[in-house]
């Protein structure tokens, strides 16, 4: 017989309360919360971590602390901290690796066009941008917007891996680790002002029907039948 083990309540404004700390605490130059990844391009001073790994890390970190009630004794900290960083993600969209391509056979910018746009967008719908900065905003919501258009697999989908590059687009290269937060932050610009392609929803669905196993799980990338 399993013994049962029981265990404390878990006091969860507590835990909401660490986590804040934790993510407050750990704003990296009080600019971002870059996610490191294995991947790495060469820089003025050496390998460095991708421009897309800085944006889409801080862009994840920001929507979690939206999350944050306006009771909380940390707001006003919290709110300064979601300034800063959202200064970063709209400047970031000039950066030369934000730039509307895709490079060679790996490439995350993807994942910062991805989910910088839906972070912005959330920004703005939570009156969290300064009206001096609305149009800049606005400018780098579409800028990303413009990117993930520019670089979907033409059999519909997206993935930052693609070994047979960019163009070839073959059934296979979707991936729903890349494609569902996308068509996500595709479906949110549609209901913010923002005009997307209905075939590029439709195709980017298709892709994720294709890439279904048997037994019901998905894959993490490509098609499996």
Known sequence: ???????????????????????????????????????????????ENPIGYRVGGTAIVMQALLTVPAEDARVKERNSALERARSFLVEAMDHPGMAHVFSETYDVR????????????????????????????QHAERHALEGILATEIKSGGWNYSRRSGFASGTAGEASPFMTVPTLRALQLAMQHGHTVPKEVLERGTTALVRSRTKAGGQAYAGSRS
């Open 1 to 47: 017989m399993i013994p049962l083990l029981f265990l404390a309540p878990i006091d969860l404004v507590e835990v909401r309360s660490t986590a804040v700390d934790f993510l407050l605490d750990r704003q990296e130059n009080n600019i971002e919360w870059p996610y490191r990844g294995v991947y790495r391009v060469r820089g003025t001073q050496g390998l």
């Open 110 to 137: 993807g994942w910062g066009w991805c989910y910088a746009l839906e972070t912005l967008i959330k920004l703005r719908q939570n009156d969290l941008v300064p009206k001096v900065a609305l149009a800049d905003h």
